[in-house]
């Protein structure tokens, strides 16, 4: 009697730059979505979850404290005249944590003319002769100190609002939206780097590159236990 | 769960955000230590995404940190001397 062998799956693994061993990556296209959706967490499905918790840690704590310094203004996806808000496309990079922006942009300019949320969180600002909604003229009146009801012609079904919520932040806030809106960019950008950490491993030099850096032959023989000097393999 | 949860922190506490809040406590700090953070924050994950072994991860976010803050404070030297020869 024979036995059926069933044939296993080839398993993506990297190398360590630091002692050679093997880094199962699992799917790295499943671990790179996961990564971009919350940082860190790529990581921790492929079971490497120090770094899972640092990057969680540290990129989510900095997208969190520069909303904060913003006033929770900073963090909006605008593509208005005048008001293209090209940072955004550095901090969608953060992941979720930015999608409530597309939602509420999406709300506001869509037939609705309101945010999802009423408070106005990550809404973008509103322009010189915007339409909204009454509710939420009515709710930016009680709970802008900026705002007052003779700010916005009365248009029925609407109101039109007739100055610049933008220039209104800038002024309130002061160097703070823009400390902020560095901060909610770098958090993004920097998760790119994490998003390729989940993809294809860590990018550190391999052990033949750190020889070739030394001077030492190409050849030379590995140390004991170290794998072979390519990035990626299949085993 | 874990990336909603501040969120809906802020959300539901908007009075977390306002100014006031940040005139008392970030309001006293001068501008430019809010880029430290930022610095030590890309060395780490700089170092992090480059290695794997934690003393590495540590030994190689001391050296990014020197690196990227002699070069801004190099640039930010230089630009402090321009305007003081204005």
Redesign the interface.
């Known amino acids: 009697m024979g036995t059926n062998v069933e044939p296993q799956a080839p398993r993506i693994v990297a190398i ?4 050679g ?1 093997a ?1 199962d990556l699992r799917n790295p296209a499943i671990a790179a979505a996961l990564s971009w ?2 940082p860190g967490l790529g990581q921790l499905y492929q079971g ?1 979850t ?2 899972g918790g ?3 840690a ?3 704590t ?1 997208f ?2 520069g ?3 913003g ?2 203004r900073v963090v909006y996806a605008s593509w208005k005249p005048g008001d293209t808000r090209w940072a955004f496309v550095c901090q969608a990079g953060a ?3 930015a999608l ?1 922006a597309v939602v509420q942009s999406a709300q506001l300019l869509g037939p609705a003319r309101r945010p999802l ?1 009423l ?1 106005g ?1 990550m809404a973008p600002p509103l322009a010189p002769g915007q339409y909204v909604s009454r509710a939420y003229a009515e709710r930016l009146v009680s ?1 802008e100190a900026d705002i007052q009801a003779d700010d916005f012609f009365d248009k029925p079904p609407w109101k039109q609002f007739r100055r610049d919520q933008l220039a209104q932040w800038h002024r ?2 002061g ?2 939206f823009e ?1 902020g809106t ?2 909610t960019m ?1 958090a993004g950008m ?1 998760n790119l ?2 998003i ?2 989940a993809w294809a491993g ?3 030099p391999s052990e033949e590159e750190k020889r070739r850096r030394a001077g030492e032959p190409a050849d030379a023989a590995p140390r004991p236990g170290s794998a072979p000097p390519s990035s990626t393999a299949a085993s | 769960m874990i990336t909603l949860a501040p969120l809906t922190l802020l959300a539901a506490c908007p009075w977390l955000v306002e100014a006031p809040i940040l005139a008392s406590l970030a309001g006293r700090v001068p501008g430019i230590f809010f880029g430290l953070p930022l610095v030590a924050l890309a060395s780490l994950i700089f170092a992090a995404t480059h290695h794997e072994d934690p003393a590495q991860i540590r030994l190689a976010t001391v050296h990014w940190t020197v690196w990227l803050g002699g070069m801004l404070g190099m640039v930010l030297a230089a630009v402090l001397l321009l305007g003081w020869l204005q």
């Open positions: 360590s730059p630091d002692d061993s880094i959706a919350v490497r120090t770094k640092l990057f969680m540290g990129i989510l900095t969190v404290i909303l904060w310094l006033g929770g992941g979720l944590v409530p949320f408070n969180f709970h309130q806030l160097k703070f400390i560095l901060y770098l920097l780097l994490v390729y950490d860590p990018l550190g």
